[in-house]
């Protein structure tokens, strides 16, 4: 069965340097800018040196990590190395079903991204559980490259939603802006989501006649690769607007950098998080075996194993909600270990949120 989707203003993709961001129900598994697929990476993001002896040990490590389960609490876990898609996917007859609104926003009425080279059009996709009552303030999602779409959000949320796993939440889906991607989700900044604050939720509000929470405590972001590194930072500099974190082979090493992160997101891990005190965060994050730099050493800062692997370790000395997994026999923002945990990862996020039943 196919999701109710309701356009709005779907205009012609504008190019930006030949890439134009692309429909939310046809987004692509994101990688950042030169990144090839499994455990390999191009375009100078990872040095040629092998990993040292003491990055493959401390890589190792994580191969011993307990079996990760459903209903797991804090800690560090592994999955692998096969995988199965999660039945929450599936759609089941009589759960009623959210539909799917989908607009465009013009980048030349944005203040915060007008397009570096020429204005593009910015595809949102917003789910709208069927349960969700008109002028009730909903707890939310914002998923970065619209996440969602392509694995199934609308059906999982759909089915987690009726069995009252979850509560009537919606869905904020944003694609990047193309070419402009590693600029808006790799800068250290608060800007991405003051963007977000300033003009999608307003427009979304107005196009999905919805209403949203003020509450960070049901605000959540979401992403994968730099997808995921901009979901962590707009809860490190918004935590008044944002308190949950879903983090796939999350871009936490040295991509853009800037005069307050001389070393990009690999910040967070060396100095950010241990150098302050705790912020009110549940964070959920995976990494994969083979991920991008697994083979290069973390004296460059491009090792998205040891860079995840650090910031597991840190939130558990800072006394963190979260929950770490390692992907055994997978790769970058692998689609078959999202298949697998997304249910587990959104139920583990939204513990301790109050359900209507």
């Not at 191009?42 to 890589?59: K, W």
């Not at 570096?116 to 996709?125: A, D, G, L």
């Not at 996440?147 to 089915?159: K, Q, V, W």
């Not at 790799?186 to 963007?195: G, L, N, P, Q, W």
Request: net charge neutral.
């Amino acid at each position: 069965m196919k999701f109710a989707i309701v356009f709005t203003v779907m205009a012609q993709f504008a190019l930006a340097q030949g890439t134009a961001p692309a429909p939310c129900d046809r987004a692509p598994v994101a990688r950042p800018n030169g990144a090839a697929g499994r455990g390999g990476a191009r375009g100078g993001l990872v040095a040629a040196e092998p990993a040292t002896p003491e990055d493959v040990a401390e890589m190792a490590k994580l191969q011993g990590l307990p079996s990760y389960r459903s209903g797991a609490g804090d800690g560090d876990y592994s999955i692998g190395p096969d995988y199965a898609p999660a039945p929450e996917q599936t759609k089941r007859a009589g759960v009623p079903e959210g539909k799917v609104v989908e607009f465009a926003m013009n980048s030349a009425e944005s203040k915060f991204y007008p397009g570096v080279n020429e204005p593009f059009q910015r595809p949102v996709c917003v789910y709208v559980p069927a349960q969700y009552v008109p002028g009730t303030a909903a707890p939310f999602m914002v998923a970065a490259d619209a996440y969602g779409m392509h694995y199934s959000l609308p059906a999982i949320l759909d089915n987690m939603i009726a069995d009252h796993r979850l509560p009537v939440m919606i869905a904020v889906m944003i694609q990047n802006g193309g070419a402009e991607r590693s600029m808006e989700y790799d800068t250290v900044s608060a800007k991405y989501a003051d963007f977000v604050e300033a003009e999608v939720l307003p427009r979304v509000e107005k196009e999905a006649n919805v209403k949203l929470t003020k509450d960070p405590e049901g605000r959540m972001t979401f992403g994968g690769s730099s997808g995921a590194a901009v979901a962590l930072t707009m809860a490190w500099f918004k935590p008044d607007l944002y308190h949950r974190v879903l983090s796939y082979s999350g871009t936490y090493t040295d991509l853009q950098r800037g005069p307050d992160a001389p070393h990009g997101a690999w910040e967070y891990h060396e100095h950010f998080i241990p150098d302050n005190p705790a912020k009110p965060l549940r964070v959920w994050m995976e990494v994969a075996q083979n991920d991008i730099g697994a083979n290069s050493p973390s004296a460059n800062r491009r090792n998205w194993v040891i860079a995840n692997e650090r910031m597991a370790a840190i939130m558990k000395a800072k006394g963190y909600h979260y929950q770490f997994v390692y992907a055994k026999n997978a790769g970058h923002v692998d689609a078959k270990v999202i298949n697998q945990t997304l249910p587990q990862a959104l139920e583990f996020l939204w513990k301790g949120y109050p359900i209507k039943k």
